[in-house]
T-cell receptor, first 115, second 116 residues
Framework: AQKVTQAQTEISVVEKEDVTLDCVYE???????LFWYKQPPSGELVFLIR??????QNEISGRYSWNFQKSTSSFNFTITASQVVDSAVYFC????????????FGSGTKLNVKP | EAQVTQNPRYLITVTGKKLTVTCSQN?????MSWYRQDPGLGLRQIYY???????DKGDVPEGYKVSRKEKRNFPLILESPSPNQTSLYFC???????????????FGSGTRLTVV
């Protein structure tokens, strides 16, 4: 069965600290997609990144970076030099290879960045 | 601007009064879904659609209806709303390219529904 676990319910950091949000997934498929979404206090869900199971390269986008490790079934998200605007709930998600409508979302990690 | 538009953003209604939440996307996406988000329960899929006239149940379809008569529109209908349908609702659309790449969901801004 497909499952995404975000064990960290809530994290609080002080501005400029680095923070890593963990995501562990379970799937029997060899082909799948992983995603991260951000939900700021305003409520909308914003796409951050997509990764397919064949691409294990880490990715960096500005202060954001993602570490995908198939060996540990993890897709962790690191924010470097966090800012107050990074305060949000972050969701990790897994999608099935043949039913693109079926997403398995983690329960989310609420990140509080204090000035 | 590419987007998914949901209306209304906020709605307070009474038990039993039929309502429709509209959803429209301008990206020509094949796939559309409805999710509800509740504290402690995360995001749960209500219905989804693979294309025009093709819809299927998600994880929590009871009490909801959908239709997909046009590619761009995917309304969510609550025939007889009840207080347990008070929630934050999201419509989303996605597509895959010729290589089968799943580009993930683009979400609407959400509809906060309160049923009293």
């Amino acid at each position: 069965a497909q499952k995404v676990t975000q064990a960290q319910t809530e994290i609080s950091v002080v501005e400029k600290e680095d923070v890593t949000l963990d995501c562990v997934y379970e799937t029997r498929d060899t082909t799948y997609y992983l995603f991260w979404y951000k939900q700021p206090p305003s409520g909308e869900l914003v796409f951050l990144i997509r990764r397919n199971s064949f691409d294990e390269q880490n990715e960096i986008s500005g202060r954001y970076s993602w570490n995908f490790q198939k060996s540990t079934s993890s897709f962790n998200f690191t924010i470097t030099a966090s800012q107050v605007v990074d305060s949000a709930v972050y969701f990790c998600a897994l999608s099935e290879p043949y039913n693109f409508n079926k997403f398995y979302f983690g329960s989310g990690t609420k990140l509080n960045v204090k000035p | 601007e590419a987007q998914v538009t949901q209306n209304p953003r906020y709605l307070i209604t009474v038990t039993g009064k039929k309502l429709t939440v509209t959803c429209s996307q301008n990206m020509n996406h094949e796939y559309m879904s409805w999710y509800r988000q509740d504290p402690g329960l995360g995001l749960r899929q209500i219905y989804y659609s693979m294309n025009v006239e093709v819809t299927d149940k998600g994880d929590v379809p009871e009490g909801y209806k959908v239709s997909r008569k046009e590619k761009r529109n995917f309304p969510l209908i609550l025939e007889s709303p009840s207080p347990n349908q008070t929630s934050l609702y999201f419509c989303a659309s996605s597509y895959r390219d010729g290589w089968g790449t799943n580009y993930g969901y683009t979400f609407g801004s959400g509809t906060r529904l309160t049923v009293v």
